[in-house]
């Protein structure tokens, strides 16, 4: 599955480049730090390498204009245009904005970034850093962070934001899905949405209740500021109250939630909950399962068909004072455009379109 997500991303990486978005010149004949270039600039031929040496060997001089050009750059990663109106904008490390957001949300902003500035996976993952869904609004409104991609948050950090009189844009650009994990050894291979209610509530506590053997069922959850937490509130409880766990049973980060649920106490007890993608896409579920809720098994197609029912957008969220031609309001709406949907459907979550289609 990794591979061929990978290849799927370096496909998709490859129609964007030779589309709308097209690969810049060499780096030793262009100013990376330049945002902005005329169609001329960029077009212009580069000193061939043979004349550079032999204006060194007979001593020509070279003004400080053409040794700041010719100089090594900062950054020698391939760089990527974006048609934006009637000029060329050009993302680099130097004006690419700050990424963050939900940490299930890491692997796009990788892609995100080895798409536009053409750089390889490894090198997107070292220059991001992912604060969770409700810090990283924090950074949102204190200018540490340019563009979310994220969960929904909190009803809280609504409040925040509009108590700080902060404006914002939020779209969705792809859909998500929560679903319920437990240990492979586990027989129980579906549950209802009443009964996974009644198993959050405390009215449900053991397995037999549900079909499964003779034991107490451990339920996990997220802290209350994850993103999935409160895709568990918003959309699994509708509105009934959860009970209130010991802080064993609360799992601060996603991979540690899998590590309990595949051996807490060595049994098969505990049930938790996950996006869909981080469980399906990461292997982050190995020795777990993912089950059924009302005979549905998650997958793409019940994602975007409509037919799983705990379904939520992920959504790309800006300072709404951007201006239509900074980097950040770029990204924004080259992240909604054709071109950032077809990297969405790449990298194996589903594009609202595909939703908005059913």
Known sequence: MKNFKKIAASVVALSLIAGTVSACTSKETEDTTEAVTSQSETSEEPESESESETESETGTETTPEETETAAPTESSEPETEISVVDNSFRFTRSNFP??????????????????????????????????????????????????????????????????????????????????????????????????????????????????????????????????????????????????????????????????????????ADAIGYSVYYYAANMSMADGLKIIAVDGVQPSEQTIADASYPFRNPYFVVINSNEREDSPSRILYNWLLSEEGQSLVSAEGYVPVGALESN
């Open 98 to 267: 700050t990424l963050d957001g939900s940490t299930s949300m890491k692997p796009m902003g990788e892609a995100i970034a080895s798409v536009l500035l053409g750089i390889d996976r490894e090198e997107a993952s070292e220059m991001l850093e992912f604060h969770r869904t409700t810090q990283s609004f924090n950074y949102l409104m204190n200018g540490s962070a340019d563009v979310l991609i994220c969960a929904q948050p909190s009803q809280e950090i609504f409040d925040t934001m509009e108590e700080n009189n902060f404006e914002y844009e939020m779209a969705p650009f792809a859909t998500e899905a929560l679903v319920f994990i437990v240990n492979a050894n586990n027989p129980v291979d579906s549950l209802t949405t009443e009964q996974i209610q009644g198993i959050y509530t405390g009215e449900i506590t053991n397995w037999s209740q549900v079909g499964g053997n003779d034991s107490e069922i451990v339920p996990i959850q997220r802290n209350h500021e994850a993103g999935s937490q409160v895709m568990m509130e918003n959309l699994v409880m509708d509105g009934l109250t959860m009970m209130e766990p010991p802080t064993t049973y609360v799992a601060t980060e996603m991979n540690a939630l899998m590590e309990v649920i595949r051996s807490y106490d060595n049994t």
